[in-house]
């Protein structure tokens, strides 16, 4: 299909970066974009370099003094930096860590760009969906909170109403908050159960405040979680949600980080969910949205296993209508093995011998069940239990 969809890259991307030791690295965002063009899904045309966000555009989520902490962080003392949830084991301070985070920003907003101005269908910056930066503090590898900050973007320069969609293993806590007394953006997160796992937030009892009231939607979902159950809850809650919201634009945050080969999280998804994820998210673009759909990336740990395959199935979907299958590209296996510490996958999907075997297999069903039935009595419209998408 030759659809008008935009990859935002540039390799400045990968300048925002902890360490060597962090788990959190943006190779994974290049490993990518090499698989897809690989796999002959990406050309150069399709690819747009991002801008940078200014100042002004950050402010509309994050306050000016943690904008001015985080552009002196190297000059200013550990006890000062600690309140703006700098310097931490988390989020350690970097070089040009203001440039760096200010570069993902404007990547999102230059996806935002090619759908809401320049007329593409989507558009993708698997290097953003930094969803824990809160207005006055870092947290969670989070600086600049882009997927806040771009519907805050599309909230006062479109006045549309923005449908959040969080696939991340972890509660897209800081997206929740900054919208939480808002009607005009429903955030809906699916992530493993607090209880277990960072940020500790996401219940179902999480449901907004003032005008906001009823627009705040949490799948929290049980450890060991395996692809039945996740893809069931989610396809029925995301299209219960979007029915109840009839949202204008949706922006995906596309966190891969609940699969069973992720060192940080303890669900047990495979290859499988990745490929429903996108489809339940085109499906509802085209059917609310006029095809308005912004895909950004998020968690993910395991960034030679899981994490390209993950969202480049994103993009498949978003070009495409379907995700692929088969074998990867063997140009694209055999160039990154020499530098893999792990055995690079051969296929689209995972192994069935691979997959784990869960004794709770059932129970964790029953409950997460349990939970979505607690979660769509807010959308029901004849309830008046919440108020209707304005």
């Known amino acids: 299909m030759n659809k008008n969809i935009k990859f935002i890259f540039d390799h400045s991307l990968l300048n925002y970066r902890f360490n060597d030791e962090h ?39 994050h306050d000016l003094a943690y904008i001015r902490a985080v552009k002196s962080a190297n000059r200013m003392a550990q006890e000062d930096l600690i309140k703006f949830g700098i310097g931490t084991e988390d989020t350690p301070v970097f070089s040009n860590m203001h440039e760096a985070a200010a570069q993902i920003v404007g990547a999102t907003l230059s996806a935002v760009e090619a759908v809401m101005i320049d007329g593409a269908q989507g558009a993708v910056n698997f290097a953003g969906g930094l969803h824990h930066g809160f207005k006055q503090k870092a947290s969670g590898f ?30 897209g806590d800081g997206v929740q908050w900054a919208f939480y007394d808002d009607p005009k953006v429903c955030t809906f997160s699916i992530h493993e159960t607090g209880r277990y796992l960072f940020p500790g937030t996401g219940n179902v009892n999480e449901r907004g405040i003032k005008e906001g009231h009823g627009f705040s939607f949490n799948l929290p979902i049980d450890a060991f979680t395996q692809d039945e ?15 109840f919201f009839q949202p204008d634009v949706i922006i995906t945050q596309n966190g891969a ?13 495979s290859m499988a969910i990745y490929e429903k994820i996108p489809e339940v998210a085109l499906e509802i673009s085209k059917l609310y949205c006029d095809g308005k759909w912004i895909a950004l990336g998020g968690g993910g740990y395991d960034i030679w296993r899981v994490v390209p395959r993950a969202w480049a ?54 409950k997460n069940n349990g939970t979505l039935m607690n979660l769509l009595k807010y959308t029901n419209k004849k309830s008046g239990s919440t108020r209707i998408g304005m």
């Open 23 to 61: 788990p959190f690295n943006q190779k994974r965002v290049i490993l990518t974009k090499e698989l897809l063009k690989e796999s002959g899904q990406l050309t150069e045309d399709q690819i747009i370099p991002p801008r940078v966000a200014s100042d002004d555009e950050i402010a509309l989520i």
């Open 313 to 366: 199935q994103v993009w498949n979907v978003m070009k495409d209508e379907h995700p692929l299958h088969g074998d990867l590209p063997a140009t694209w296996t055999l160039k990154w093995q020499k530098e893999a510490p792990v055995t690079l996958p051969l296929t689209w999907h995972d192994p069935v011998e691979e997959i784990p075997v869960i004794p709770r297999k059932i129970e964790i069903e029953e």
């Open 142 to 171: 989070c600086i600049y909170n882009d997927a806040a900050i771009a519907i805050k973007y599309i909230r006062k320069k479109f006045d549309l109403k923005v449908l959040y969609v969080d696939t991340d293993a972890h509660h």
């Open 257 to 269: 980080d609940s699969h069973f080969y992720d060192p940080l999280t303890h669900l047990s998804g």
């Open 229 to 243: 159950s996740y893809i069931s809850i989610y396809e029925n809650a995301l299209r219960e949600i979007a029915d």
